[in-house]
């Protein structure tokens, strides 16, 4: 299985992107997809599930929008009113066991896209 994560850049505070993960070898319907990021410095941190259902970290709810689209072997990751800590290399993640209780934490998945830099400017 292959991920391969697109869609960032750089925008304004206030902005918008939507981030793409393409899955390639398995169809993404198996699967339990996240979105993470890591700042320079920082861990890398659980932003958004889908597996059924979703879930997303305090800090992006209500802004972040995760979906799929298993026809085409996608998972997307729309962000409207963007903040300058937003800004970090965003990873996707595929997790065989769509196990809910464990989503947030970055050792239960099993693959990785390579990561998109999202910049947040002030």
């Known amino acids: 299985v292959q991920l391969q994560a697109s869609g960032g850049g750089l925008v304004q505070a206030g902005g918008s992107l939507r981030l793409s993960c393409a899955v390639s070898g398995r169809t993404v319907s198996n699967y339990g997809m996240g979105w993470f990021r890591q700042a320079p410095g920082k861990e890398r941190e659980f932003v958004a599930w889908?597996?059924?259902?979703?879930d997303y970290t305090d800090s992006v709810k209500g802004r972040f929008t995760i979906s799929r689209d298993n026809a085409k072997n996608m998972v997307y990751l729309q962000m409207n009113s963007l903040k300058p800590e937003d800004t970090a290399v965003y990873y996707c993640?595929?997790?065989?066991?769509?196990?809910?209780?464990?989503?947030?934490?970055?050792?239960?998945?099993?693959?990785w896209g390579q990561g998109t830099q999202v910049t947040v400017s002030s």
């Open positions: 993640a595929a997790d065989r066991s769509l196990n809910y209780n464990n989503h947030k934490i970055p050792a239960q998945y099993d693959y």
């Open positions: 889908t597996g059924g259902t979703t």
